[in-house]
C-alpha cells in the first residue's frame, strides 16, 4: 500500500530530503485524498445519471442533459487530482500518448454546452456526449 501511496503522490524515492518533508506537511493526507476521490467521482456518476434522466424532460431537457452531464464527467476528471495532484494529473492528460484523448475530450466538453445552448441541436448533444466517453475511455 506505501508503494501504491508512492507511486501516485510522485515521490519514488524512499529517503525523505527537506523538500519532500515540506510537500508532506503542507499536502492532504493519504486518508483525506482517497474520500475526496470518493466523493468528487460519486457526484460525477451521480450528475451524469441526473443528467440523463433529465433528458427526458420536453423544451429544457436538452439543456439540462448537456449541462449535468458535462458538469458530471468535469467531477470525474478532478476526483483523480486528490490522487495525483494537479500538476501530475496535467503532465499526464498532456503526454504525447494521451494527447489525442485530452484535445477530443475537451473539445467534446464544451461542443456538447455549445450544441445545447446555441446551436440547439439535439443529436449533435448526444453524439458530443458519446465521444466524451469514449475519449475518456480512451
Same mark, same amino acid.
Given at each position: 500500500? @506505501?508503494?501504491?501511496?508512492?507511486?501516485?503522490?510522485?515521490? @519514488?524515492?524512499?529517503?525523505?530530503?527537506?523538500? %519532500?518533508?515540506?510537500? @508532506? %506537511?503542507?499536502?492532504?493526507?493519504?486518508?483525506?485524498?482517497?474520500?475526496?476521490?470518493?466523493?468528487?467521482?460519486?457526484?460525477?456518476?451521480?450528475?451524469?445519471?441526473?443528467?440523463?434522466?433529465? +433528458?427526458?424532460?420536453?423544451?429544457?431537457? +436538452?439543456?439540462?442533459? %448537456?449541462?449535468?452531464?458535462?458538469?458530471?464527467?468535469?467531477?470525474?476528471?478532478?476526483?483523480? +487530482? =486528490?490522487?495525483?495532484? #494537479?500538476?501530475?494529473?496535467?503532465?499526464?492528460?498532456?503526454? #504525447?500518448?494521451?494527447?489525442?484523448?485530452?484535445?477530443?475530450?475537451?473539445?467534446?466538453?464544451?461542443?456538447?454546452?455549445?450544441?445545447?445552448?446555441?446551436?440547439?441541436? %439535439?443529436?449533435?448533444?448526444?453524439?458530443?456526449?458519446?465521444?466524451?466517453? =469514449?475519449?475518456?475511455?480512451?
Amino acid at each position: 500500500m @506505501d508503494k501504491l501511496k508512492r507511486v501516485l503522490s510522485g515521490r @519514488d524515492a524512499e529517503e525523505p530530503s527537506g523538500l %519532500a518533508e515540506v510537500i @508532506d %506537511a503542507t499536502s492532504l493526507s493519504w486518508g483525506t485524498r482517497v474520500k475526496g476521490f470518493i466523493a468528487c467521482f460519486a457526484i460525477g456518476c451521480l450528475c451524469s445519471v441526473l443528467g440523463s434522466c433529465l +433528458l427526458w424532460i420536453p423544451k429544457k431537457g +436538452l439543456i439540462l442533459f %448537456a449541462v449535468f452531464y458535462t458538469l458530471g464527467n468535469i467531477a470525474s476528471i478532478g476526483s483523480t +487530482l =486528490f490522487l495525483m495532484g #494537479p500538476m501530475k494529473q496535467l503532465k499526464r492528460m498532456f503526454e #504525447p500518448t494521451r494527447l489525442i484523448a485530452t484535445i477530443v475530450m475537451l473539445l467534446c466538453l464544451v461542443l456538447t454546452l455549445c450544441s445545447a445552448f446555441w446551436w440547439h441541436k %439535439a443529436g449533435l448533444a448526444l453524439l458530443f456526449c458519446i465521444l466524451q466517453f =469514449f475519449a475518456m475511455a480512451w
